[in-house]
């Protein structure tokens, strides 16, 4: 295992891997987990990564990750990431895109991209031993939490407001997690499972708080590599690729930026990615920081249907902050409507996606406009969960089916034949 240690991401201070911390004892700064560089670099031939054979899952990156192999074979586990990159052509021409693509997260075994940090936690729960893992969810870190839990036979715990989407609600109760829904929003959720962990020593995801969560979500940042390493992404020109990506906690593009630093530091890195942070504009407290050029994200009360970025105070804004800041990217707000096009949009050209996730592709639709980025630039949209998560909001994009009598005339007069 190449963990060496953890880094606080506000104030610098480093910690030996031994101990076993969340956020910086100091500052309450979340810790950037460190890579042993000089050991994987000795080690690793970056060719070996790409060879076929390699497990189809993002655990063919376990020597970039700070934990032993999980096991769990024959299991969902061992099927996290590695999920598909789509270049739409329809989509393509129909916008007049160069260069275009879209990972799809939804085909994750939980259908999100939680699964990737999910599975970090509970192979180091594993590790250490602990036997229930607990988080706070808006539901979609608590399905991927439960069911990756299940996998390996632990016990999970979810706090979630009790207005999460019932499909998410379904995974996490079907995967035998205990559910505990909480009068009250996504914040109060959180900070009562951080106060039941402390208290009943349950081992705790929550986002923005576990520095394992990070190390998975910066799978997806690997997984772009190698398809640019492999030419299904293709960049030519030297203009950078354009990252586009949903932000609520801010955890994601944090584990994204991450694995970028992580592939620079190796020095296997030949493309520098401009990572761009979407934002719902009822829960925009990250973009609007960065709009008005301040380091201190101030809360909001947060409303959007768009329930996986729905946060009042981001528990990652720092580093989300500056995943974008240190990249050339930007912060971008979309309204709910420009998100209910999107699912339709994307529904379009056969991708469905849950409303955070087409958030992602309502922000590059929102730059196209606004001159933040050409229709010649290479653009990547990260689509974070899939479409069956909240079926309520994909009714309002669309129009609903119409009813007749099982009849030929009925047919001809609702098609006016
Ligand atoms: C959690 C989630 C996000 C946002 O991730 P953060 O780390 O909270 O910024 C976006 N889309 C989907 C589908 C999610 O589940
Ligand atoms: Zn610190």
Redesign the pocket.
């Known amino acids: 295992m190449n963990f060496a240690g953890y880094r606080c991401s506000v104030c610098g201070r480093e910690y030996e891997h031994s101990e076993e911390l969340f956020l910086c004892p100091k500052e309450r700064g979340c810790l950037d987990i460190v890579m042993d560089t000089e050991t994987i670099r000795k080690t690793i031939d970056p060719q070996q990564l790409k060879q076929q054979d390699l497990e189809p899952s993002h655990w063919r990156y376990l020597p970039l990750l700070p934990v032993n192999d999980p096991g769990g074979q024959g299991t969902p586990l061992r099927r996290v990431g590695w999920t598909p990159v789509y270049s739409l052509p329809a989509l393509r021409n129909k916008r007049k895109l160069r260069a275009f693509w879209l990972k799809d997260e939804g085909t994750n075994p939980t259908a999100?991209?939680?699964d990737r940090a999910s599975s970090m936690v509970v192979a180091r729960a594993r590790e250490i031993s602990v036997q229930t893992v607990v988080t706070a969810s808006?539901g979609?870190?608590g399905a991927a939490l439960a069911g990756m839990a299940a996998a390996l036979q632990l016990r999970a715990v979810v706090f979630a407001p009790s207005s999460a989407p019932p499909a998410k609600l379904a995974q996490m109760l079907a995967f035998g997690a205990r559910v505990i829904l909480v009068e009250g929003n996504y914040d109060q959720a959180t900070a009562l499972c951080l106060e039941a962990a402390e208290h009943l020593g349950w081992y705790c995801r929550n986002?923005g708080y576990n520095p394992f969560t990070a190390e998975g979500k910066k799978t997806a940042a690997f997984e772009i590599w190698e398809a640019v390493q492999r030419g299904y992404v293709e960049l030519s020109g030297g203009v950078p690729l354009a990252i586009f990506v949903?932000?609520?906690?801010?955890?994601?593009?944090s584990g994204l930026h991450k694995g970028f630093r992580d592939l620079t530091e190796l020095g296997w890195l030949d493309f520098q990615p401009r990572i761009f942070g979407v934002q719902a504009e009822g829960s925009a407290a990250i973009a609007r920081a960065y709009q008005a050029g301040v380091e201190q994200i101030q809360p909001v009360r947060a409303a959007t249907l768009a329930d996986?970025?729905c946060?009042d105070m981001?528990a990652?804004g720092v580093r989300?902050l500056r995943a974008v800041k240190e990249t050339g990217g930007a912060y971008i707000a979309v309204g709910d409507e420009q998100i209910l096009q999107a699912i339709a949009e994307l529904g379009q050209v056969g991708v469905f996606a849950?409303p955070?996730?087409a958030a992602a592709y309502a922000g590059f639709v929102r730059a196209l406009d606004i001159g933040e980025i050409g229709p010649e630039d290479p653009v990547l949209v990260l689509s974070?969960?899939g479409g069956l998560k909240d079926i309520a909001a994909v009714q309002r994009a669309v129009p609903s089916a119409p009813v007749i009598e099982p009849t030929v005339q009925a047919l001809k007069r609702l098609l006016k034949l």
């Open positions: 999100s991209l939680k808006t979609n870190a986002t949903s932000v609520g906690d801010g955890n994601i593009i996986s970025i946060v981001p990652d989300a849950e955070a996730a974070t969960g």
